[in-house]
């Protein structure tokens, strides 16, 4: 089995992490757990704003304090995933998006991934005090659906987000 880290990412994967944003706009595909890093091109400047939201003092309007991880494999130090735990609610994420969002790599998919790391993010968000997460998919998206089932995951609802004019499957993961 491959060696996989769950990490706080910093400036010397500044590469990988503008690779993995790359990779995500070549696919067209939605950079879920990311933060914001579909606004920011450069590497610097999301992990800036990743400081940012890691403190409650200095979390913008509209945001939460929260965590922003990269599923590094180890043996070619290649960012497979990330991974945000959100260590609260607004009014969004409480009905829409959960406590955790997370993405795969779109080469990388279909490998286990998201099942490991929604696996190691658990016990940090028992240690943020949680007793319980909300995570979402969408309800077409078999792969997210099975991620959360094999981590516990209880269906509660399925809600329609207006924004993205999409359907959501809520589930919650008790610690």
């Given at each position: 089995m491959e060696k996989l880290e769950l990490i706080l990412p910093d400036l010397s994967l500044a590469e990988e992490i503008a690779a993995y944003r790359?990779?995500?706009?070549?696919?067209?595909?939605?950079?879920?757990?990311?933060?914001?890093?579909?606004?920011?091109?450069?590497?610097?400047?999301?992990?800036?704003?990743?400081?940012?939201?890691?403190?409650?003092?200095?979390?913008?309007?509209?945001?939460?304090?929260?965590?922003?991880?990269?599923?590094?494999?180890?043996?070619?130090?290649?960012?497979?995933?990330?991974?945000?735990?959100?260590?609260?609610?607004?009014?969004?994420?409480?009905?829409?998006?959960?406590?955790?969002?997370?993405?795969?790599?779109?080469?990388?998919?279909?490998?286990?991934?998201?099942?490991?790391?929604?696996?190691?993010?658990?016990?940090?968000?028992?240690?943020?005090?949680?007793?319980?997460?909300?995570?979402?998919?969408?309800?077409?998206?078999?792969?997210?659906?099975?991620?959360?089932?094999?981590?516990?995951?209880?269906?509660?609802?399925?809600?329609?987000?207006?924004?993205?004019?999409?359907?959501?499957?809520?589930?919650?993961?008790?610690?």
């Amino acid at each position: 089995m491959e060696k996989l880290e769950l990490i706080l990412p910093d400036l010397s994967l500044a590469e990988e992490i503008a690779a993995y944003r790359q990779d995500f706009l070549d696919a067209g595909d939605s950079m879920d757990g990311c933060g914001s890093l579909r606004r920011h091109a450069d590497p610097r400047q999301w992990l800036e704003f990743n400081a940012i939201l890691s403190r409650p003092e200095t979390v913008p309007p509209n945001w939460v304090p929260s965590t922003q991880y990269v599923l590094l494999r180890k043996e070619d130090r290649r960012i497979v995933g990330m991974l945000q735990i959100r260590h609260c609610f607004n009014d969004f994420l409480e009905h829409y998006g959960g406590n955790i969002g997370y993405s795969v790599r779109p080469g990388e998919r279909r490998k286990g991934y998201a099942k490991r790391m929604l696996a190691m993010a658990l016990p940090e968000c028992r240690a943020l005090g949680l007793d319980r997460v909300l995570v979402t998919c969408l309800d077409d998206n078999e792969g997210s659906r099975r991620t959360i089932l094999a981590n516990g995951g209880v269906y509660e609802s399925t809600v329609f987000e207006p924004g993205e004019g999409v359907r959501l499957e809520r589930y919650w993961i008790a610690l």
